[in-house]
C-alpha cells in the first residue's frame, strides 16, 4: 500500500499532541508501519502547530512537505488555509470552525481572513466544517475539541470503532476517558 | 508486541533494557523526554541537574562507581558540559557512560543551528547517530557496549525529527548489570598533567582501534540496489533518502558518525559511478570522504543551513516537482506568544511602558521580545542575561544602570544565572536582575527544579531559598513583587532602577498551565463601558482582540489573571 500522509494542524495549546497519539494508535493496531511527527518547546506557546501522521507498508521520513498531504485534521480555520497547500490533489480537509485571532490581528496590523471554507472549496479541496468546540463544551470541557475531530475524522476512516475506543483508552487519562468518549461520540455523529 | 514510541521514549527504553542505573540531565528541547521516561522505571535511579555540566560529571561519577550511566541535554547544553566530557575522554569510564545530545535542525526551538559531531570529533570520543525510534533504543543499548568494551564515554546524537517522531519499538526485558567494583587508579582518573600525558596516548590509540571497528561495525550499513549512484548518509537525513530515492540508489548508512572509517567508503565508492553525501547541518561526512581522494557532490547541492526533506532531495537529484495549489491570498502569521495569563506578561508590559533595555534569557519569556511588547534587546545563551548586563552597564555607567535590567528565569537562574549574579555583586555593577520565578521550568514543558521543592519524581526536595540566596551573593536590596499587580510591579522596577547599588527583583507568580494553580474565572468586557482605547491589546494577550469594534474575551484562553482589568481606564472589564 502507497504511504497515506495526515497532517494535524492547530495552534499551539490546543491538544493536537493528543489527537496524533490517538490516530497513529489506531493506525498501529491495523498493522501499518506507522511514523507521527511532533513539535514541542517554543513553538507551542500559541503559535501554530503541526503534526504528521504517515502510515502503510513502510514509512521512510516522518515530515510531510507541500503537495504530499491526503488528509489534513485542522482545530482551527485559519490553520486550515495556511497549511492547505500541504495537500496533494484529490485532498480532503476536516477542519473545526472555531476562530482564533493570531497577535497580527489582535494587534490590528492584520485582519482575520473571510470565507475560508469557500476559498478551500474553490481550491478543490473536499472540506468537511464541523462546530468541534461547541460540540466539546456539550461534552463537558471546550478542551476536547481535539477528541470531537478524532470522531467526525473516524467515520471517514474505514476502521472498526472498537479500535478507535480502543486507543481513547490507552491515550487519555482514566480519569477524563468518560467526557472524551462522549466528545467522540458526538463527533462521529455529526456531519 | 511492538509498541509506537517517541525516539525519547525508545531512547530511555534503551537504557533500561541496558540495565542502565543513574541518570542525571537538564532539560532541553528536543531531549527533554529521554530523562522523564527513563525516571518512570523504579530501577534507574534519575534526576534534574541544575546544568549540563553538573550532569556529565554526576553521570561520570556514578560510572566511576561501576554504574552503567546516563545524561542527555540538547546541542548547547553540550556546549555546557564540554569541559567535563573533554577530559572524560581520557579518564575514560569503569561502568559505561552514554551522553545523549539533541540537535535541532531548522531550529524549531533553539538559539542556534550548531551541530554536535564537532564536539565527538573534538573530544575524540565515538559518536553513534540513530535514524528512528527502534535505533534509538539500539544505539543507546550499543552505546554502553562500546563503552565498556573501548573504555570511552559514548555521544549519541539525535536531532528533533529522530527524537520527536514515533515509530514501533520492540521491547525486551532488563537486563540487570552488575556494578563493576571501583580500584583507586590515579594514572587512569587524576589528570593531573604527567597522568593525562600517558592518557592522551591511550585516546589515540583508542580512536584507531575505534575506526578498525568502524569499517566492520554492523550499524555502519551498505544497501545494495545495483544502482550506479551511491548515497552516504545519516541519521533523519537517511530517511528522507530513503523516501525520496527509493530503490534508485544504493547507501551507505553511518549508524557510527565519528570516528569515520577509510575502506569502507572506499570499497563503496568504487561500486558507484556517482556518489552523493546527503547530510543535515554541516559537511563532516563530506569532508572525511574528500579527504580519502573520493569525489563526491553534497553541501554545493544541499547547503548546510535548515533541515532537509524527501521534496528537497527528490528535486535536487531527481528533478522531480509536486504540484501546489496555494490559498488564494496572504495569510497573517501564527507566532508563538506568552500564554494567557502568563505570569511574565505583567513585567514586559511595565518594562516596555518604561523604555527600558532588557538584557533577555532563554526560556519562554524570550517571547518577551516579539510584538506587541517587543520589551527585548539581546538574547544570547542560558545566564548570560546577567553577566551581559554587567559588562553593558559597566561600559556605560550612570546613563545605563538606571535603565536597563537583565530578566531571568528561576531555572535558567539556577542553571547558571547565580555566578553571573556573583559577579555583578562582586565586581559591583549597578544592575537590576529580574528573576522571573513562575516555579518551574516552563519552555520544555514544565520540569521540576532546585527552587520548586521537588525533584523530578515529583518527591519532596529542599527548596533552594531565592532571596537567601542572592543576599548570600552580596546583593543587599533584594525584593519580591507580583507581576499581576502592575502597580506593585512598576514601584519595585523604578525604585530598583534609581537604586545606586545592585538590586534584585523576584518577579513571584506560578506558570498559569500548571495543573495545580487554580484559574479566575474568565473576565467578560462590558461593551457599554468600553470606549475601544485598545489600550488591553497592548499587553499582547492571545485572549484579548476586537470584535465589532469592541474589545472581547475570548472565555476558552482568558484565566482571569486580571491585570487587562488593571489596564483599563474606563472599568470595563469585569
Redesign the interface.
Known amino acids: 500500500m502507497e504511504t497515506k500522509s495526515i497532517m494535524i494542524v492547530g495552534?499551539?495549546?490546543q491538544g493536537s499532541l493528543l489527537a496524533s497519539?490517538i490516530l497513529?494508535?489506531v493506525l498501529?493496531q491495523q498493522g501499518f508501519?506507522?511514523?507521527?511527527?511532533?513539535?514541542?518547546?517554543?513553538?507551542?506557546?500559541?503559535?501554530?502547530v503541526v503534526t504528521y501522521v504517515k502510515y502503510g507498508d513502510e514509512?521512510?521520513?516522518?515530515?510531510i512537505?507541500?503537495?504530499?498531504a491526503d488528509v489534513i485534521i485542522s482545530f482551527e480555520l485559519?490553520?486550515a488555509?495556511?497549511w492547505?497547500?500541504y495537500?496533494?490533489?484529490g485532498g480532503k480537509i476536516v477542519t473545526s470552525t472555531q476562530t482564533?485571532?493570531?497577535?497580527?490581528?489582535?494587534?490590528?496590523?492584520?485582519?482575520?481572513?473571510e470565507d475560508i471554507v469557500g476559498?478551500?472549496m474553490?481550491?478543490?479541496i473536499d472540506v468537511t466544517a464541523v462546530d468541534a468546540?461547541s460540540l466539546a463544551e456539550k461534552a463537558g470541557t471546550?478542551k476536547a475539541s481535539n477528541v470531537v475531530l478524532m470522531g467526525v475524522v473516524s467515520k471517514k476512516m474505514d476502521f472498526d470503532e472498537s479500535i478507535w475506543q480502543e486507543a481513547l483508552n490507552q491515550c487519555v487519562p482514566q480519569k477524563f476517558i468518560e467526557i472524551n468518549r462522549a466528545a467522540f461520540e458526538l463527533g462521529r455523529s455529526a456531519d | 508486541m511492538?509498541?509506537?514510541m517517541?525516539g525519547n521514549e525508545a531512547f530511555a527504553r534503551g537504557l533500561y533494557e541496558a540495565g542502565c542505573r543513574f541518570a542525571s540531565s537538564y532539560p532541553g528541547?528536543?531531549s527533554?523526554?529521554i530523562t522523564e521516561a527513563v525516571a518512570k522505571y523504579d530501577e534507574v535511579y534519575a534526576e534534574w541537574a541544575p546544568n549540563e555540566k553538573v550532569a556529565v560529571e554526576a553521570a561520570l561519577g556514578a560510572c566511576f562507581a561501576g554504574a552503567r550511566a546516563f545524561a542527555a541535554m540538547k546541542h548547547v547544553g553540550l556546549n555546557v558540559a564540554a569541559d567535563p566530557l573533554y577530559t572524560a575522554a581520557y579518564t575514560g569510564v569503569n561502568g559505561g557512560l552514554v551522553i545523549a545530545v539533541a540537535d535541532d535542525p531548522g531550529m524549531?526551538?533553539s538559539q542556534n543551528e550548531q551541530d554536535s559531531r564537532h564536539h565527538a570529533i573534538a573530544s575524540k570520543v565515538p559518536m553513534l547517530e540513530p535514524s528512528?525510534s527502534q535505533e534509538c533504543k539500539d544505539f543507546a543499548m550499543l552505546g554502553y557496549e562500546i563503552s565498556e568494551t573501548f573504555d570511552t564515554p559514548v555521544l549519541v546524537r539525535t536531532a528533533?525529527?529522530v527524537a520527536?517522531?514515533?515509530?514501533?519499538v520492540e521491547q525486551m526485558p532488563r537486563t540487570e548489570k552488575e556494578l563493576v567494583p571501583y580500584v583507586k587508579n590515579p594514572g587512569k582518573y587524576v589528570m593531573m598533567p604527567s597522568n593525562a600525558k600517558g592518557r592522551h596516548v591511550f585516546v589515540e590509540e583508542r580512536m584507531q582501534k575505534l575506526v578498525a571497528y568502524a569499517e566492520t561495525a554492523a550499524i555502519n550499513k551498505v544497501e545494495n540496489n545495483g544502482s550506479e549512484i551511491g548515497v552516504i548518509t545519516c541519521g533523519?537525513a537517511y530517511?528522507?533518502a530513503?523516501?525520496?530515492l527509493g530503490s534508485k540508489v544504493n547507501y551507505l548508512k553511518l549508524g557510527m558518525t565519528n570516528p569515520l572509517p577509510n575502506q569502507l567508503f572506499l570499497d563503496f565508492a568504487a561500486q558507484c559511478k556517482t556518489l552523493y553525501v546527503i547530510e543535515e547541518l554541516d559537511g563532516i561526512l563530506e569532508q572525511h570522504v574528500k579527504a580519502l581522494g573520493i569525489a563526491c557532490k553534497g553541501k554545493e547541492i544541499f547547503g548546510c543551513i535548515g533541515?532537509l526533506?524527501?521534496?528537497i532531495i527528490a528535486e535536487k537529484l531527481l528533478g522531480t516537482k509536486?504540484?501546489?495549489?496555494?490559498?488564494?491570498?496572504q495569510?497573517?502569521?501564527?507566532?508563538?506568544?506568552?500564554?494567557a495569563g502568563c505570569p511574565h506578561r505583567g513585567v514586559f508590559y511595565t518594562l516596555a511602558k518604561h523604555h527600558i533595555t532588557v538584557s533577555g534569557d532563554i526560556g519562554?519569556y524570550?517571547?518577551g521580545a516579539?510584538?506587541?511588547l517587543e520589551s527585548m534587546d539581546w538574547t544570547i545563551c542560558m545566564g548570560s542575561s546577567v553577566s551581559c548586563l554587567h559588562g553593558f552597564n559597566k561600559v556605560l555607567g550612570k546613563q545605563s544602570q538606571n535603565k536597563t535590567v537583565a530578566v531571568i528565569g528561576d531555572s535558567t537562574f539556577m542553571h547558571s544565572g547565580m555566578t553571573s549574579l556573583v559577579n555583578v555583586a562582586y565586581n559591583a555593577s549597578d544592575s537590576t536582575v529580574i528573576i522571573l520565578d513562575n516555579s518551574i521550568t516552563g519552555?520544555?514543558?514544565h520540569q521540576q527544579n532546585p527552587t520548586t521543592g521537588k525533584n523530578l519524581k515529583g518527591d519532596p526536595a529542599a527548596a533552594v531559598d531565592l532571596e537567601a540566596l542572592c543576599k548570600a551573593i552580596g546583593i543587599k536590596r533584594v525584593r519580591v513583587a507580583d507581576p499581576y499587580k502592575l502597580a506593585e510591579m512598576e514601584q519595585a522596577v523604578l525604585e530598583e532602577l534609581a537604586a545606586d547599588e545592585p538590586s534584585v527583583i523576584i518577579s513571584r507568580r506560578p506558570c498559569a498551565l500548571l495543573k495545580h494553580v487554580k484559574h479566575n474565572a474568565p473576565m467578560k468586557v462590558n461593551s457599554d463601558k468600553c470606549k475601544s482605547c485598545?489600550m488591553c491589546?497592548k499587553l499582547?494577550?492571545?485572549a484579548?482582540?476586537?470584535k465589532n469594534g469592541k474589545a472581547c474575551i475570548?472565555h476558552?484562553?482568558c484565566v482571569g489573571c486580571g491585570i487587562c482589568a488593571e489596564l483599563c481606564k474606563f472599568q470595563a472589564i469585569e
Do not use: F, W
Not at chain 1, 514509512?59 to 515530515?63: E, M, N
Open positions: 495552534v499551539g495549546g497519539r497513529g494508535n498501529l508501519a506507522v511514523k507521527v511527527s511532533e513539535v514541542h518547546g517554543m513553538s507551542q506557546r500559541g503559535g501554530s514509512v521512510c521520513s516522518p515530515v512537505e507541500k503537495g504530499e485559519l490553520e488555509a495556511r492547505a497547500s495537500l496533494k490533489k482564533l485571532d493570531p497577535m497580527p490581528v489582535i494587534t490590528g496590523t492584520a485582519t482575520y481572513p476559498n478551500l474553490k481550491m478543490d468546540l471546550a | 511492538k509498541k509506537l517517541l528541547t528536543p527533554t523526554e524549531h526551538s528512528d528533533t525529527r520527536h517522531s514515533q515509530s514501533a533523519a530517511q528522507y530513503k523516501e525520496a533541515e526533506n524527501q521534496v509536486l504540484e501546489v495549489t496555494e490559498y488564494p491570498s495569510l497573517p502569521v501564527r507566532p508563538p506568544v506568552m500564554c519562554c524570550t517571547l516579539a510584538k506587541p519552555m520544555t514543558g485598545k491589546l499582547g494577550c492571545p484579548i482582540s476586537m475570548d476558552t484562553q
